[in-house]
């Protein structure tokens, strides 16, 4: 059985990633969605609650489950059984990055090999960043994630002014 590892800080989940899991769905066994910790981010929702956003998203998909980490991706991975490491991409600059990222797990772990796979055209201009960004400016974001997220996205930066 492939199982795929789909790592991110999924800050929070969008209909972009969602389409990536899809599509994965189609290509492998099993696809596990990571929620990772990154350093260098200051998230709007804890780890745990992006694990309990992405479960409650991708909770329909039998194939799929969500896990999150504070170690490193390429050794959870290694640990699972996992023998590919899917990114999703929203246009060059993310292929840029992803390729660079791709050639040091590789590194660490050659037997996991990476697999990058486009978001939906229609998609792919808002990341978890910019879909933030719009909510704190009151722009609509229904459009760039389930409506489960948008409410609680909305919820937070009405907690938090």
């Given at each position: 059985?492939?199982?795929?590892?789909?790592?991110?800080?999924?800050?929070?989940?969008?209909?972009?990633?969602?389409?990536?899991?899809?599509?994965?769905?189609?290509?492998?066994?099993?696809?596990?969605?990571?929620?990772?910790?990154?350093?260098?981010?200051?998230?709007?929702?804890?780890?745990?609650?992006?694990?309990?956003?992405?479960?409650?998203?991708?909770?329909?998909?039998p194939t799929v489950s969500v896990d999150g980490t504070r170690g490193l991706v390429v050794e959870y991975a290694r640990s699972i059984g996992?023998?590919?490491?899917?990114?999703?991409?929203?246009?060059?600059?993310?292929?840029?990055?992803?390729?660079?990222?791709?050639?040091?797990?590789?590194?660490?772990?050659?037997?996991?090999?990476?697999?990058m796979l486009p978001a939906e055209p229609r998609l792919s201009a808002v990341s978890s960043s910019e879909l933030k960004a719009r909510a704190?400016?009151?722009?609509?974001?229904?459009?760039?994630?389930?409506?489960?997220?948008?409410?609680?996205?909305?919820?937070?930066?009405?907690?938090?002014?």
């Amino acid at each position: 059985m492939t199982i795929a590892v789909y790592p991110g800080t999924f800050d929070p989940i969008t209909t972009g990633h969602v389409s990536v899991v899809r599509e994965a769905v189609r290509l492998f066994a099993h696809v596990r969605v990571l929620i990772a910790v990154h350093p260098t981010k200051q998230p709007l929702f804890s780890l745990e609650e992006r694990i309990e956003l992405a479960r409650e998203v991708l909770g329909v998909m039998p194939t799929v489950s969500v896990d999150g980490t504070r170690g490193l991706v390429v050794e959870y991975a290694r640990s699972i059984g996992a023998s590919v490491l899917l990114r999703g991409l929203r246009g060059a600059a993310d292929a840029a990055y992803e390729t660079e990222l791709a050639q040091q797990n590789r590194q660490i772990a050659p037997e996991i090999a990476t697999v990058m796979l486009p978001a939906e055209p229609r998609l792919s201009a808002v990341s978890s960043s910019e879909l933030k960004a719009r909510a704190q400016r009151g722009e609509p974001i229904d459009e760039y994630c389930p409506s489960a997220i948008a409410e609680r996205v909305r919820a937070r930066f009405v907690e938090t002014s």
